[in-house]
């Protein structure tokens, strides 16, 4: 268990639909980061907050979009959803040094 | 920014041979550089990691090595099982207070076969 939590684990929506991954980093931890892992693809990083500001932005689409909470908890907001959204999910925090992943979240557009 | 190129691909080996995986990177200020296994459907794992002011880090069968001058770093697994087959990721970046921000190579799936 690295300590960051995902919710959902799974989701199914359609095409068009927008969703909600959340995310708890680890204890102590300011910095978030979230990834997209398509099938059998490497980890694509979509953008990283350290204590409720963005760090930096990777190749997010328009369509998404993030935020980080006072508590240091983060949302990742996917709307109009295409069958090419479909993926794993992760999010991941950071101390100074290591970046630790959570279980991910999986989406399934249909 | 920082481009982490990974090879090979993909990797087969026979159990108990010996794994090599290769990866350069492109910022010659990245001082800090990780390797993530992911076995399917999980998440990936820090497995070794290394900096830059070291040139080799063994762990058990797993050992990295660092050339700065070259900027290219290697993981190297011993003894391969079954259980060694993943997806294998490098990284690297550099460490900095505000956070890091790493960038990954693309992967290599190893496949040890029996």
């Known amino acids: 268990d690295s300590g960051v939590t995902q919710t959902p684990k799974h989701l199914i929506t359609a095409t068009g639909q927008r969703v909600t991954l959340r995310c708890s980093p680890r204890s102590g931890d300011l910095s978030v980061y979230w990834y997209q892992q398509s099938l059998d693809q490497g980890l694509q990083f979509l953008i990283q907050y350290y204590n409720g500001e963005e760090r930096a932005k990777g190749n997010i689409l328009e369509r998404f979009s993030a935020q980080q909470f006072p508590d240091l908890h983060s949302e990742l907001n996917l709307s109009s959803l295409e069958l090419g959204d479909s993926a794993l999910y992760f999010c991941?925090?950071?101390?100074?040094?290591?970046?630790?992943f959570g279980e991910g979240s999986w989406l399934t557009v249909v | 920014g920082e481009n982490v190129e990974q090879h090979p691909s993909t990797l087969s080996v026979q159990e108990g041979d010996s794994a090599v995986i290769k990866c350069t990177y492109s910022d010659s200020a990245s001082n800090y550089f990780p390797w993530y296994k992911q076995e399917l459907g999980k998440r990936p794992q820090l497995i070794i990691d290394?900096?830059?002011?070291?040139g080799e880090k063994k762990d058990q069968r797993i050992a990295v090595t660092l050339n700065k001058t070259a900027k290219h770093f290697s993981l190297h697994i011993t003894e391969t099982q079954p259980e060694d087959s993943a997806v294998y990721f490098c990284?690297?970046?550099?460490?900095?207070?505000?956070?890091?921000?790493?960038?990954f190579g693309g992967g290599t799936r190893v496949l040890v076969k029996p």
């Open positions: 991941a925090s950071s101390d100074l040094n290591t970046i630790y």
């Open positions: 290394i900096r830059s002011n070291v």
């Open positions: 990284a690297a970046n550099r460490i900095k207070a505000a956070g890091n921000k790493l960038t």
